[in-house]
């Protein structure tokens, strides 16, 4: 399974677009990029996920570049709920999810 | 439509001890998965069943970890006999297939003294 790299830590300011980059260079033609959050102590929550193509929903945006070696996910209007460490998860259609270290979001009022 | 649930949301036992787990999944959620995180960690993957198959147990730990799914509705995962490194959150997971989305139950904290 192709790896990724994202930042140990980020900072945002409530209101403001958070950027969360992921670096996935490693990833093969048929596998997606995943977002998950984990709020505190909570279960994973999906967030959105995509192939090659950008994707949006009421949650967040994710544009993933036209090599697919890395993508970013935007939340464009941040808030303090949206403090979490968020992961990216570069998975085969038919696989499970391989997590890593995330990024943890602090979203500052 | 309810989400995925587990039982308990905390279970405290000593070691040598056995504890199991319930996870209910999604209603006609056919793929069910189960995960963990100990103590400063990364979650892990432990298996996968497809109805009441196992599709993949290559993150069980060791043998003394035993997951059913009898009746491919809800799954229990096995603790005999706890030891102290067993301990962290145990996160249950469904799918509709194999290529959807998995839903992530609010987890089991597993204390082993």
């Known amino acids: 399974d192709a790896k990724t790299t994202q930042p140990t830590s980020m900072d945002c300011a409530e209101g403001r677009a958070a950027n969360l980059p992921c670096n996935h260079s490693t990833i093969s033609g048929n596998e997606y990029v995943y977002w998950y959050r984990q709020i505190h102590s909570q279960g994973p929550q999906y967030i959105i996920h995509g192939l090659k193509n950008n994707e949006t929903n009421e949650m967040a945006s994710l544009i993933i570049t036209e090599d697919r070696k890395s993508s970013t996910l935007i939340l464009p209007h941040a808030t303090l709920r949206d403090t979490a460490v968020y992961y990216c998860i570069v998975r085969p259609n038919n696989n499970d999810m391989r997590f890593g270290a995330g990024t943890r979001l602090t979203v500052k009022p | 439509e309810a989400g995925v649930t587990q039982f308990p949301s905390h279970s405290v036992i000593e070691k040598g001890q056995t504890v199991t787990l319930r996870c209910d999944p999604i209603?006609?959620?056919?793929?069910l998965y189960w995960y963990r995180r100990v103590m400063g960690k990364e979650i892990k993957f432990l298996l996968h069943f497809v109805k009441e198959s196992k599709q993949d147990e290559s993150g069980m730990p060791n043998n003394r970890f035993l997951a059913e799914r009898t009746g491919g509705t809800y799954s229990t995962l096995k603790v005999q006999p706890a030891e102290l490194e067993d301990s962290g959150v145990y996160f249950c997971?469904?799918?509709?297939?194999?290529?959807?989305?998995?839903?992530f139950g609010p987890g089991t904290r597993l204390t082993v003294l």
């Open positions: 997971a469904s799918s509709q297939s194999l290529t959807t989305k998995q839903f």
């Open positions: 209603s006609g959620h056919d793929n």
